[in-house]
């Protein structure tokens, strides 16, 4: 079994900065992929950013160039340095997880992801 626990949410005005966090625990594999996931009120879980055990890297269209996904394998932690946050980056953020090849699947595959945080919630005020 794999634990994730997400930190790092909170509010900032719009043009400010977050990062956040996922601490990865349990049986945890060397070949995997992790992802940032986020949902808003009254609207589906969308895929924010996706990193594999190769280090190769997938953002949504909306983040690109504002976000950047990372990880510190010696900490098992996952991050989101969301940079230039406007209000419609307010959502509830997710990390998951897959095991098992260095290969994370196509937006929209949630069910691939064998493991989920509680989620953090981040809130952009205009």
């Known amino acids: 079994q794999v634990q994730l626990v997400e930190s790092g949410g909170g509010s900032v005005q719009a043009g400010g900065s977050l990062r956040l966090s996922c601490a990865a625990s349990?049986?945890?594999?060397?070949?995997?992929?992790m992802a940032w996931f986020r949902q808003a009120p009254g609207k589906e879980r969308e895929e924010v950013a996706t990193?594999?055990?190769?280090?190769?890297?997938r953002y949504a269209d909306s983040v690109k160039g504002r976000f950047t996904i990372s990880q510190d394998n010696a900490k098992n932690t996952l991050y989101l340095q969301m940079n230039s946050l406007k209000p419609d980056d307010t959502a509830m953020y997710y990390c998951?997880?897959?095991?098992?090849?260095?290969?994370?699947?196509?937006?929209?595959?949630?069910?691939?992801?064998?493991?989920w945080g509680q989620g953090t919630q981040v809130t952009v005020s205009s």
């Open positions: 349990g049986y945890t594999r060397s070949s995997y992929c």
């Open positions: 990193i594999d055990g190769g280090g190769s890297t």
């Open positions: 998951a997880a897959r095991y098992g090849g260095n290969w994370c699947p196509q937006p929209g595959w949630m069910s691939s992801y064998g493991y």
